[in-house]
């Protein structure tokens, strides 16, 4: 069966930090890694996408890294700021389907 | 240069009655995705067609639910007879190949009385 965990559930920071979101997949057959960040009420943004065969991808202060053979990603947030603040979403795709991690709900306190 | 447009946003549905969401994908995108989040669930696929095709409807409620992408207009997503259990936010997404980004629409919230 083909899962997605998020860790943390959920992060409080000062503004400033350095944080890093946890995901990890069951089924490492994947075609690419689609880190989103959506808004309450809003849609979904897509942040960064690390195809199956690349281990890194970078935007800005976003890094996001992918390891398929232990089934795990990450993504870091350097000097965090409170315009931050939303829920983190992992996908991964198999097939033609994203498959969506619980997300990791961020909130950057000024 | 328009992204992925849904519409209603919002709508509100008594039980038994039809809903019938939208969605325009990007222009140029022949790949449209349908994605339901329940109430403090995450995103679950639902359908995947191209240009007047399902691909992959194995998301979809067996009954009630059925989607279409015509030649010419939007991709429709239909519920027949809602329930309260229908009650969620419905996203669209689309892509210009198989593979790829896949960018969303900023959903429909359906909200079932």
């Known amino acids: 069966k083909q899962e997605v965990t998020q860790i943390p559930a959920a992060l409080s920071v000062p503004e400033g930090e350095n944080l890093v979101l946890n995901c990890s997949f069951t089924d490492s057959a994947i075609y690419n890694l689609q880190w989103f960040r959506q808004d309450p009420g809003k849609g979904l943004t897509s942040l960064l996408l690390i195809q199956s065969s690349q281990r890194e991808q970078t935007s800005g202060r976003l890094n996001a890294s992918l390891d398929k053979s232990s089934g795990r990603s990450t993504l870091y947030i350097a000097a965090s700021q409170p315009g931050d603040s939303a829920t983190y979403l992992c996908a991964v795709e198999y097939g033609n389907k994203l498959v969506f991690g619980a997300g990791t709900i961020l909130r950057v306190k000024s | 240069n328009a992204g992925v447009m849904q519409n209603p946003r919002h709508l509100v549905r008594r039980r038994g009655q039809e809903a019938r969401l939208r969605c325009s994908p990007v222009k140029g995108h022949s790949h449209v995705y349908w994605y339901r989040q329940l109430p403090e669930e995450g995103l679950k696929f639902m359908v995947y067609l191209q240009k007047e095709n399902i691909i992959d409807e194995s998301g979809m409620p067996k009954e009630r639910f059925s989607a279409e992408f015509p030649k010419e207009g939007p991709s429709i997503l239909r519920i027949q007879q809602v329930v309260r259990g229908d009650s969620a936010a419905y996203f669209c997404?689309?892509?210009?190949?198989?593979?790829?980004?896949?960018?969303f629409g900023p959903g429909t919230r359906l909200t079932v009385l």
């Open positions: 997404a689309s892509s210009p190949a198989s593979q790829g980004t896949q960018y």
